[in-house]
């Protein structure tokens, strides 16, 4: 089974960046679309950045469009999300997901799911 591990997370003061990996083991990714998505504590994830499995087409919340960029490099089998001038309010833990078919913001429509990774923005 698809298995995704993210890494890249950590504490960081408002204004910074932090990059996010997403990486998959035993098997590739180029045939999923990839999304990221943040999770508050008791809240269902929230869809922040989404990628087509060809890489051609990308979808952002309005609330970190122009700050994130999400990418993927199928050479190395991985997907990242490159977040910069970050906010207090994207605090949460980042997951990623993978599917077969569209990208999609729908978390639901996700099948594999990583662990997370937790991205804390404070002074």
């Known amino acids: 089974q698809l298995q995704l591990v993210e890494s890249g997370g950590g504490l960081v003061q408002p204004g910074g960046s932090l990059r996010l990996s997403c990486d998959a083991s035993?098997?590739?990714?180029?045939?999923?679309?990839i999304g990221w998505f943040r999770q508050a504590p008791g809240k269902e994830p929230e869809a922040v950045a989404v990628i087509t499995s060809d890489g051609t087409r990308t979808n952002y919340a309005d609330d970190v469009k122009g700050r994130f960029t999400i990418s993927r490099h199928n050479a190395n089998n991985t997907v990242s999300l490159q977040m910069n001038s970050l906010k207090p309010e994207d605090t949460g833990s980042y997951l990623c997901a993978a599917k077969r078919g569209l990208a999609t913001m729908e978390s639901w429509r996700y099948t594999n799911w990583g662990q997370g990774t937790q991205v804390t923005v404070s002074s």
């Open positions: 035993r098997f590739s990714l180029d045939d999923y679309a």
